[in-house]
């Protein structure tokens, strides 16, 4: 007998994600909600409504974070078979993030025109880039106490262990990075850093193409090797 | 005769369970952002909720920590009882109860009601232990033990016995802590982060007891 607990399935993490998925961008509706007294009391409802543009623009925008987020997570998540306890933690702060994002939202949407403008984009930020923090967190703790971090991957799964542990090290190293600057550079020129944060959500609404592009970089770098 | 409801059931009722429990828990923080975007100092206003930022991470972790260890043991049961699905509803029951502790430990903080916020957050965080070492203990009266899968790398029978012992005595350390924090509250705060940071990993934790367990015979 196989002295030893099995780890979870990595569909346990999956169905506790779409949960959280789905609550967190219900929630991102109160601050929408909260408006309707006041802007169906106005006299100008229109008026009232642009007034209010901020919180609207606010809940696009964290709608489609947590959108591109939840994409991302599944596009990769699929091929994924196990879980180990840094599996487990890395996606558990990915989560915690995630319904952070809400908070994140409402403090961007109440800034925005104030002189606190610069305090709603860094905890956005923040919200944003905390996911790689974490992950380097939970990664290096893993590498400290020497635990098998990598799960198993599905057999048409199109990149080898080396090649993975190579990608995601290297993301999570540049988006950690790129994370600090921009949340620092928010404190100084808040716009420039939000529309920092736009190019990141942007360039995640796709993750089969950035996957495709990590791919075709994995089988250059094989051939030229 | 009735056939129990299958286990798949109370996992799946589970994932919702925990998901809106881990995900209220930010309720508290769009609250206080209102808050603190209308003062007058930001910072200062930011830097005086400190104790609902802390409290909602320690919430988060605790949610986390037991939705991992409800796992780790969940893949192995093949069947229900009504004391086991009593005892699963008893742990949905503490945490959906969570969000109201996290609450009330966020604004208890430094205030004269510390006492009583770190309390019923403490009697929250244990109140499950002593509840499952009972549906353990009248689960082998009534039908003669836990049923597993086949694949339970352990004794059943061994592993109840260490279940209970470990049970109790999380429950004497929960019962310690909880009276401790009427007498100093901080003190039972770290010692409730303790217990929180020691269960989350759970698999290794588990692991570990089987081999002492087979150590044992």
């Avoid at chain 1, 078979?81 to 558990?92: F, I």
Wanted: aromatic share 14%.
């Amino acid at each position: 007998m196989n002295n030893r607990l099995k780890d979870i399935s990595h569909k346990l993490i999956d169905s506790l994600s779409d949960g959280i998925f789905a609550i967190a961008l219900t929630l991102l509706g109160l601050e929408v909600v909260s408006l309707v007294p006041e802007i169906s009391r106005s006299e100008d409802v229109l008026h009232s409504l642009q007034e209010h543009l901020p919180v609207f623009s606010s809940f696009l925008l964290g709608f489609v974070v947590l959108f591109s987020w939840w994409y991302s997570y599944h596009a990769t998540s699929q091929y994924v078979l196990n879980t180990t306890v840094v599996v487990v933690w890395s996606h558990g702060f990915t989560l915690m993030w995630v319904t952070l994002m809400p908070f994140a939202i409402a403090m961007l949407a109440q800034t925005v025109d104030t002189p606190n403008l610069k305090w709603g984009v860094f905890f956005f930020s923040i919200c944003l880039h905390g996911q790689y923090w974490t992950n380097l967190i939970v990664g290096g703790l893993g590498m400290i106490f020497k635990v098998d971090g990598l799960p198993r991957f599905a057999e048409d799964f199109p990149l080898d262990k080396e090649q993975v542990q190579k990608w995601i090290f290297l993301s999570t190293i540049v988006f950690s990075v790129g994370g600090i600057l921009v949340t620092t550079l928010s404190l100084f020129y808040p716009l420039v850093s939000l529309g920092l944060c736009g190019l990141l959500i942007l360039s995640t609404f796709n993750p089969n193409q950035g996957f495709g592009r990590i791919l075709s970089r994995s089988k250059k770098a094989n051939s030229n090797g | 005769m009735v056939k129990n409801i299958p286990v798949s059931k109370v996992l799946s009722l589970s994932d919702g369970v925990f998901s809106i429990a881990i995900t209220l828990l930010v309720l508290d923080l769009i609250h206080v952002g209102s808050e603190i975007t209308s003062a007058r100092d930001f910072n200062e206003a930011l830097a005086s909720k400190w104790p609902v930022f802390a409290a909602f991470t320690l919430g988060f972790l605790v949610i986390a920590s037991i939705w991992y260890d409800y796992h780790a043991l969940g893949q192995y049961f093949a069947e229900t009882n009504e004391i086991w699905v009593w005892e699963q509803i008893f742990t949905f029951f503490t945490v959906t109860l969570i969000p109201f502790g996290v609450s009330i430990l966020g604004q208890g903080v430094n205030t004269p009601n510390m006492n009583w916020a770190v309390f019923y957050f403490g009697v929250i965080l244990f109140a499950r232990s002593p509840v499952t070492l009972l549906a353990i203990y009248l689960t082998r009266l009534k039908y003669g033990g836990l049923r597993m899968t086949p694949d339970f790398p352990v004794n059943v029978r061994a592993f109840e016995n260490f279940s209970m012992v470990g049970l109790g005595i999380t429950t004497v350390y929960g019962g310690l802590v909880v009276s401790l924090s009427l007498i100093n509250a901080w003190l039972a705060l770290i010692l409730y982060s303790i217990y929180v940071l020691v269960r989350m990993a759970p698999i290794s934790n588990w692991n570990n007891t089987l081999k002492f367990i087979e150590k044992r015979g």
